[in-house]
């Protein structure tokens, strides 16, 4: 593969960039090439959707709470025999 440098880019783009990379958590150069692919139209990935509306409740049961939800669960996910008579 070929290396390319950008010359003169403007600090604002610069820092939009970077910003993206650390939210994503993936290389300044992932980013850059991701970003010509798609504007391009090359891109070389299917697009995923990503949503985010429940990121804020990822983690936030305590283990004690995970468990008790994990044996209901368990519960529910029994067959009973007498249903398939």
């Not at 593969?1 to 150069?29: C, E, F, Y």
């Not at 010509?36 to 959707?49: A, F, I, M």
Request: glycine letters at 4%.
């Amino acid at each position: 593969m070929k290396a390319m440098t950008l010359r003169n880019l403007p600090p604002q783009l610069d820092r939009t960039i970077r910003k993206r990379a650390k939210k994503k958590g993936v290389s300044v150069n992932k980013v850059v090439i991701s970003l010509l692919q798609d504007h391009l139209g090359e891109s070389e990935r299917r697009l995923v959707r990503r949503y985010h509306d429940l990121d804020e409740l990822a983690g936030s049961w305590s283990k004690q709470e995970a468990k008790l939800f994990e044996r209901t669960l368990a519960k529910q996910r029994g067959i009973d025999p007498e249903m398939w008579k």
